[in-house]
């Protein structure tokens, strides 16, 4: 079975810096997307950005600038760095995967709808 794990969250002020990652397993040799998606409380999610096997990327517009996700060093592995944090991205960030991977024509990252695993989520808290 497909089990994705995050880590990397934590409690930091406005300005600083977070490497989340997440790790995947069961997947075999399927080609899929990993992606992230964040949620605050009384919010509705959204999504962040993802990457499939080949290092294609997507970004929404909250995440233009500032975060970057990349395959991590070990294998099925994917990170998100998030520079200059704000309070506002103060969130659980949530792991998901989809295999085939839901990256659209326009190059969106597709919904969570379209992500059928998802990890159980690390915590992100930004104070001013």
């Known amino acids: 079975s497909v089990q994705l794990v995050e880590s990397g969250g934590g409690s930091v002020q406005s300005g600083g810096s977070l490497r989340l990652s997440c790790a995947a397993s069961?997947?075999?040799?399927?080609?899929?997307?990993m992606a992230w998606f964040r949620q605050a409380p009384g919010k509705e999610r959204e999504g962040v950005a993802a990457?499939?096997?080949?290092?294609?990327?997507a970004y929404t517009d909250i995440a233009k600038g500032r975060f970057t996700v990349s395959q991590g060093n070990a294998k099925n592995t994917m990170t998100l760095q998030i520079n200059n944090l704000r309070p506002e991205d103060t969130a659980m960030y949530h792991c998901?995967?989809?295999?085939?991977?839901?990256?659209?024509?326009?190059?969106?990252?597709?919904?969570?709808?379209?992500?059928?695993?998802w990890g159980q989520g690390t915590q992100v808290t930004v104070s001013s």
């Open positions: 069961g997947f075999g040799d399927s080609t899929y997307c």
């Open positions: 990457i499939d096997n080949y290092g294609a990327t």
């Open positions: 998901a995967a989809n295999s085939p991977c839901p990256f659209n024509i326009l190059g969106g990252m597709g919904y969570a709808s379209e992500y059928t695993y």
